[in-house]
């Protein structure tokens, strides 16, 4: 079959005697790929005349099931009146050139289906089982889709497609054969050798894209002598040239550790572990709530080797510790902290991707044989000091991420020095009552002081934007926030530091930011996640005295790998800290198995703030997440 959508609709008399279905005509829509058509589009997607058409359109119309727009310098067109009336089944709609695929009211089979070779770029609607759902076939979903051959992926695709598209088909094939063209291996003389599958890949791709120090010699034309110390930067050169290289390294595994899990897996988080073990490396990625460290722990007592997790905070270091003695039977003793004043190298190694990337240390890294390496909060190893850290290439290379996307677009970094992805759908985790779906409400705060409001108006710059952001409404508002879920424990988040400390003091609440010394930290989230609800008495001193602690002010320390398991609700009173990623971060410190979770952001009415608070929530609404919208009264 041809690639035309016009072939799709074929000879179809149904509109030439006014029997026009609105199947039919979402057929000629989708043959179009657009959501309106003209009657001659019609006309010519179902092989009838203009006339023909035009009439049978205007039957639906007085049906009530299309609507007509006249447009004063262009033809007449046509749209369906009520989309959602026809999402009583699943329906899938191919637009091929775009290598985009829409669903709506998706089964469980072809959501997993397409989660082989497809991104999950957007959903839309709220509730369960209404949703539709937009998904985009890129070249590196292509690359890693988990298929022995092409034929495997094309049958994989054709089962949820409506139909051949041999155009989308062929770009598919030769994805595939992309990803097969370069793979790196141990000779058996113990030296890595790059293998290309043609000499012409060899001499056009690989000499002109990589450095004259990445390859000590050629060993014949399609193999060459890889410098050991230049795997990463190899690997990255040819992923930007569009050619993945295949890891099939022989390294050892180290040192044996003697760990098995004690949690039982969910299914989703089983079939991560398994994907990683057929792959040997891979990024986890899920909202928090979901188990990555969990899947994580499981996968080091699969793989059985020595063990290096590397985290950006000593806080997540001494979270790791507590998880692993958690969850698996590791003994205390095999576990190192490497950091701060801890200088310990065991069996299993918790460091700080600021240590592991530091001269004076490297050397004691590299002399290791580590069986994996796990790069918790994955995003962190495109930044220029704890990419080095990637460089120690392991054969088992594990990332955790709930959002492994950068302002600046280079997540593909992380997929080259890590691996692929692998992860569930959010809404999937969400459906099923593994993570509990937050509800985010954007809130519009007035200028209450007129002082206040000047200042900013004859602001600019970063100075406006803090101006917004520290509006003393807010606090105001906190306490309001805070009194309607009087029972329920709270975080409040903070980009500014001089805000933090005003919203701590008149809350009276402690104040936790980077400048606060880490024993002192770790005391207080520990209080944090120990105490029951505030309770109907609302303690006057919430963390001055005793030992609970129900509401925390925080800065960015609290955005990522820091585990209050039983924080409710967030108020964001500092926008969303500039990333679509810290939204998520903070979004997720609610995301949790059981129980209610509300996300309420602060905005300033009529400020920059505005807008960016809803580009910034775009990105879990993208996800499913419910995010509604409520104007502050004056």
Known sequence: MTDDPGDAAGEDDSAADGDLSLDRFHEALEAEERPIATASEVARRLGTTQSAARDALAALVDRGDVDRLDVESDPVVFYPTDWGRLATRERVVAFPNRREIVVDRPTQFTRARLSQFAHLVDTTGTEPGTRGYLYRIRQEDVWAAPFDDADALIASLRSVLPRRYDHLEEWVRDQWRRAHRFRLYTHEDDYVVLAAASESLMGNVADQHLDDDHLRAPISETEAWVNEDAVAEVKRALYDAGYPVEDDRGLDVGD?????????????????????????????????????????????????????????????????????????????????LYHGGQKEIRPITIATYQTAGMDRHRSLFDSRKWGLICFDEAHHITAPVFSRSAELQAKHRLGLSATPVRETGSEEEIYTLIGQPIGADWDELFEAGFVQEPEVEIRYVPWRDELAQNEYASADGRERRRLAAENPAKIEEIRYLLAAHRDKKALVFIEFLDQGEAIADALGVPFISGETPHRERAELFRRFRESGGRGDDEREELGSDGDDIDTLVVSRVGDEGIDLPNAEVAVVASGLGGSRRQGSQRAGRTMRPAGSALVYVLATRGSGEEEFAQRQMRHLARKGIRVRETNVAE
Do not use: C, N
């Not at 044996?256 to 039982?264: G, R």
């Not at 079939?271 to 986890?284: D, H, I, K, N």
């Open 256 to 336: 044996p550790v003697d760990i098995d899990l004690t949690t039982d897996l969910r299914p989703y988080q089983e079939a991560w572990v398994e994907t990683f073990l057929e792959r040997r490396s891979g990024v986890y990625v899920g909202p928090p709530g979901s188990g990555k460290t969990v899947a994580a722990i499981a996968t080091i007592a699969a793989v059985g080797g020595e063990t290096l997790i590397l985290v950006p905070s000593r806080e997540l270091a001494d979270q790791w510790r507590e998880e692993l003695l958690e969850h698996s039977t590791v003994d205390p003793a095999d576990i190192g």
